[in-house]
Structures are given as structure tokens and as C-alpha cells.
């Protein structure tokens, strides 16, 4: 990029060694303004300790917000209203994230005045794709400038070398801190490198940082209810809650009974296999409630339909396409699917497994007794019916046999 057309960028800012890096190069390599932005979105960091390191790295412009609340109200439900999986595992804890972090630094770009925004995603990660593909679906003219494609900085030695030359401020880092590389918000908290490189390796138990192994768990199940309004949780065990209150209370409550860990290699984006290891103990408490929630108050083709486009959702927030068109598209079908989900759902919580144990409607159930009963029915249903119903479903396997 041409160093010359740069005069203020609005970094994505952890105050971690990376980023704190990426500051000091940005400012070494285009002789630019910084601005930093760094997002509360439930990581369980003190975010504030941020604002410290930049002031004294110099940055007269800090963003410091918490993001929690929007964060689930607007990225996670609409998520979890489409039962949202990708390749059968992964609840997109990271993925869901980045549209809004996205969104907030290109808002923050136009509101500084900033000709760029920068990022610390390497270069070999899909979180590159998910920042720009976000910053230019909602600025089309900002200027994204990502380190890890331009520098040679590519070992953590490297990075550690630098930060001591320029006397940036790396309190413990060469002797502390996991050997494994994580991201965590208010959904999940992920794990990748390390031994986990090896898709053989059992991932030590001083790894999972959130869950409680599932057989040190409780001997005792906990019985909880989830009240859904328009598809959206609204309200545990009677008590309304903010959307991140309650997603926070989920959390607490699947991770005391060793819910939500999971070990995947997935597709990335970018063409390579990647393991990486997650908790997600609300999100999938919050999936099986979803779902039973669906069960009793969707229509059965609108369900399967549902369950037909889910998988290419799910690919499109994984991917980077949140801001897209089509991601639009499917969103407004899928929330218009979600009128009639509403009712409370029943869950038992034991030893990592979720069980839900009971489910109800009072305004939109579809289940009905008198027709479903193996009881008399009082002539509800014509049983004699099924006979023509079968007949004519059969017609074209009668007619596929003949032809063999």
C-alpha cells in the first residue's frame, strides 16, 4: 500500500503484544495518526487496561466500549433463530463476532476522519477475510491496512525482539501466558496451536478454561426453564434478563455442569484443515432449547426448509458474508419463520449433556392432543384417511419398479 495516501488508521487494539506491536510499526511504517478502538464484548478481560498501554504508546484518540449488549441482541440471536452450525460442530463463536468489530471500526473511521483501518489477523486465518469483507461491504472506499501481509515479523521471537527495540511495554511475555492461541467473547472462548496442531493430541485439561470436566460436574442435574418470545430467549427460570444477562447466566450454568466443550477440525476459508478446541456451554444450551421451542410451534415444511438453508448461513457467517445480500436475505426469511416461537422450554443439565424434558405453547402450540392421542379420539381423525394418502405416495415407487 502506498504509505504517502495514509495519514490516520483506526486499529482493531487489544493492548496485547501483537496489537501494541502493530501500533508502533503502523506509526514507524506510514508516519501516521492512530486511533484505537477496543471492544467489550464479553471476553472477561479488563478492557480498560488498553486504554493505559495506548496512552502511553502515545495515542491520543481511544475507543473503549462495551459492545456486550448489542453484541447479542444483534449478532448472536439472529444467529441462534436459524439453529446456526457449521459442519455439525461449531456454534461460530468467533465468526459472529467480527461483523460488529467491523462495523464499529469502520463507524469510528468516518467519525475520526481515519483513511484506514487495521487489523491483527495473520495472514493464513479466515478473521482477515471476516474484518475486510465487513469493512468494505460497509465502506467500499476505506483503506485496510493488515501487518501480518506486509511485515517480516512472522515469529512470536520476532515480535518480542521488536517490542524490546522500541521499548513497547510487554509486562511478563516471554515467560507467561498460555501456550495456546485464544479468543473469547461473551458466546465462547476458542483454543488453537500448540499441541493442538496435532489432531491426534488430547487436549490437556488445563487447557479448557470456562467448563468444569463433564465427570467432575455436579452428581445432581439442574432443572432449568427457557422462556422464547419471536424466537429469542427472553427470560430464565421466570426472571427476565438483558440478552447478554442471560446469555451470561447460561454460560455460568453449562460450565458448572461441563457443557459446551468441543474439539473440531474445520474447513477454513482460506483452503487448510485447522483443529481448534471451544466452549460454548450457553450457546449450547441455547441451541437445544431453540429447538424444542421450534418443535411444538413451526409448521413441519417450514421447519425442513429451515433445516435445508441453515447450512448455507451457517457458511456465510463463517466466511466473512454477514453483511452480504443474500446473508440479509436469508435473515429476513428466517425471522419471519420465528413469529409464532414463543412458549417455555424445560432442560435438564447433567454431567456435559443437555436434556430437555419438556415443552410448552400457550399461545402457538401446533401440537394437538386429541389428534395425536393413541386413545380414542372421538372421531378427530379419520384413520381410514391414510389409505388413499398412502396409495397415491406410493403411485410413482410402483411405477419405478415396474420399469427394473
Same mark, same amino acid.
Given at each position: 500500500?502506498?504509505?504517502?495516501?495514509?495519514?490516520?488508521?483506526?486499529? %482493531? =487494539?487489544?493492548?496485547?503484544? #501483537?496489537?501494541? +506491536? !502493530?501500533?508502533? /510499526?503502523?506509526?514507524?511504517?506510514? @508516519?501516521?495518526?492512530?486511533?484505537?478502538?477496543?471492544?467489550?464484548?464479553?471476553?472477561?478481560?479488563?478492557?480498560?487496561?488498553?486504554?493505559?498501554?495506548?496512552?502511553?504508546?502515545?495515542?491520543?484518540?481511544?475507543?473503549?466500549?462495551?459492545?456486550?449488549?448489542?453484541?447479542?441482541?444483534?449478532?448472536?440471536?439472529?444467529?441462534?433463530?436459524?439453529?446456526?452450525?457449521?459442519?455439525?460442530?461449531?456454534?461460530?463463536?468467533?465468526?459472529?463476532?467480527?461483523?460488529?468489530?467491523?462495523?464499529?471500526?469502520?463507524?469510528?473511521?468516518?467519525?475520526?476522519?481515519?483513511?484506514?483501518?487495521?487489523?491483527?489477523?495473520?495472514?493464513?486465518?479466515?478473521?482477515?477475510?471476516?474484518?475486510?469483507?465487513? %469493512? =468494505?461491504?460497509?465502506?467500499? #472506499?476505506?483503506? +485496510? !491496512?493488515?501487518? /501480518?501481509?506486509?511485515?517480516?515479523? @512472522?515469529?512470536?521471537?520476532?515480535?518480542?525482539?521488536?517490542?524490546?527495540?522500541?521499548?513497547?511495554?510487554?509486562?511478563?511475555?516471554?515467560?507467561?501466558?498460555?501456550?495456546?492461541?485464544?479468543?473469547?467473547?461473551?458466546?465462547?472462548?476458542?483454543?488453537?496451536?500448540?499441541?493442538?496442531?496435532?489432531?491426534?493430541?488430547?487436549?490437556?485439561?488445563?487447557?479448557?478454561?470456562?467448563?468444569?470436566?463433564?465427570?467432575?460436574?455436579?452428581?445432581?442435574?439442574?432443572?432449568?426453564?427457557?422462556?422464547?418470545?419471536?424466537?429469542?430467549?427472553?427470560?430464565?427460570?421466570?426472571?427476565?434478563?438483558?440478552?447478554?444477562?442471560?446469555?451470561?447466566?447460561?454460560?455460568?450454568?453449562?460450565?458448572?455442569?461441563?457443557?459446551?466443550?468441543?474439539?473440531?477440525?474445520?474447513?477454513?476459508?482460506?483452503?487448510?484443515?485447522?483443529?481448534?478446541?471451544?466452549?460454548?456451554?450457553?450457546?449450547?444450551?441455547?441451541?437445544?432449547?431453540?429447538?424444542?421451542?421450534?418443535?411444538?410451534?413451526?409448521?413441519?415444511?417450514?421447519?425442513?426448509?429451515?433445516?435445508?438453508?441453515?447450512?448455507?448461513?451457517?457458511?456465510?457467517?463463517?466466511?466473512?458474508?454477514?453483511?452480504?445480500?443474500?446473508?440479509?436475505?436469508?435473515?429476513?426469511?428466517?425471522?419471519?419463520?420465528?413469529?409464532?416461537?414463543?412458549?417455555?422450554?424445560?432442560?435438564?443439565?447433567?454431567?456435559?449433556?443437555?436434556?430437555?424434558?419438556?415443552?410448552?405453547?400457550?399461545?402457538?402450540?401446533?401440537?394437538?392432543?386429541?389428534?395425536?392421542?393413541?386413545?380414542?379420539?372421538?372421531?378427530?381423525?379419520?384413520?381410514?384417511?391414510?389409505?388413499?394418502?398412502?396409495?397415491?405416495?406410493?403411485?410413482?415407487?410402483?411405477?419405478?419398479?415396474?420399469?427394473?
Amino acid at each position: 500500500m502506498n504509505t504517502k495516501n495514509i495519514n490516520k488508521v483506526v486499529l %482493531a =487494539y487489544s493492548g496485547g503484544l #501483537d496489537t501494541s +506491536v !502493530i501500533l508502533a /510499526w503502523l506509526k514507524d511504517t506510514y @508516519n501516521c495518526e492512530i486511533v484505537t478502538f477496543t471492544a467489550d464484548i464479553g471476553q472477561g478481560e479488563e478492557v480498560e487496561a488498553a486504554r493505559a498501554k495506548a496512552k502511553q504508546m502515545g495515542v491520543k484518540e481511544i475507543f473503549i466500549e462495551d459492545l456486550t449488549e448489542e453484541y447479542v441482541r444483534d449478532f448472536v440471536f439472529p444467529m441462534f433463530r436459524a439453529n446456526t452450525v457449521y459442519e455439525g460442530s461449531y456454534l461460530l463463536g468467533t465468526s459472529i463476532a467480527r461483523p460488529l468489530i467491523a462495523k464499529r471500526l469502520v463507524e469510528i473511521a468516518n467519525q475520526t476522519g481515519a483513511d484506514a483501518i487495521s487489523h491483527g489477523a495473520t495472514g493464513k486465518g479466515n478473521d482477515q477475510v471476516r474484518f475486510e469483507l465487513g %469493512a =468494505y461491504a460497509l465502506n467500499p #472506499d476505506i483503506k +485496510v !491496512i493488515a501487518p /501480518w501481509r506486509e511485515w517480516n515479523l @512472522n515469529s512470536r521471537e520476532k515480535l518480542l525482539a521488536y517490542a524490546e527495540d522500541k521499548k513497547i511495554p510487554i509486562e511478563g511475555k516471554k515467560k507467561t501466558g498460555s501456550p495456546y492461541s485464544m479468543d473469547a467473547n461473551l458466546l465462547h472462548i476458542s483454543y488453537e496451536g500448540g499441541q493442538l496442531e496435532d489432531p491426534w493430541c488430547v487436549p490437556e485439561e488445563s487447557m479448557w478454561r470456562w467448563t468444569v470436566a463433564p465427570e467432575n460436574a455436579p452428581d445432581s442435574g439442574e432443572s432449568i426453564e427457557l422462556e422464547f418470545e419471536k424466537g429469542d430467549p427472553i427470560a430464565l427460570n421466570g426472571k427476565k434478563l438483558s440478552p447478554a444477562k442471560l446469555l451470561l447466566s447460561l454460560n455460568e450454568l453449562g460450565s458448572k455442569h461441563g457443557i459446551g466443550r468441543d474439539d473440531i477440525v474445520e474447513n477454513r476459508y482460506v483452503g487448510m484443515k485447522s483443529r481448534g478446541c471451544y466452549e460454548t456451554p450457553g450457546g449450547t444450551i441455547l441451541l437445544a432449547a431453540h429447538r424444542a421451542m421450534e418443535s411444538l410451534t413451526l409448521d413441519r415444511e417450514v421447519m425442513h426448509l429451515k433445516d435445508d438453508l441453515m447450512p448455507r448461513y451457517a457458511k456465510l457467517i463463517y466466511n466473512g458474508y454477514w453483511w452480504s445480500p443474500e446473508r440479509e436475505t436469508l435473515q429476513t426469511l428466517i425471522n419471519k419463520t420465528q413469529t409464532n416461537v414463543n412458549g417455555i422450554v424445560r432442560l435438564k443439565l447433567f454431567k456435559g449433556s443437555v436434556y430437555v424434558t419438556g415443552r410448552k405453547s400457550n399461545s402457538d402450540s401446533l401440537f394437538d392432543e386429541a389428534i395425536a392421542t393413541f386413545e380414542d379420539d372421538s372421531g378427530v381423525y379419520d384413520q381410514k384417511d391414510a389409505d388413499g394418502f398412502i396409495k397415491l405416495n406410493a403411485l410413482r415407487l410402483k411405477l419405478q419398479s415396474k420399469r427394473k
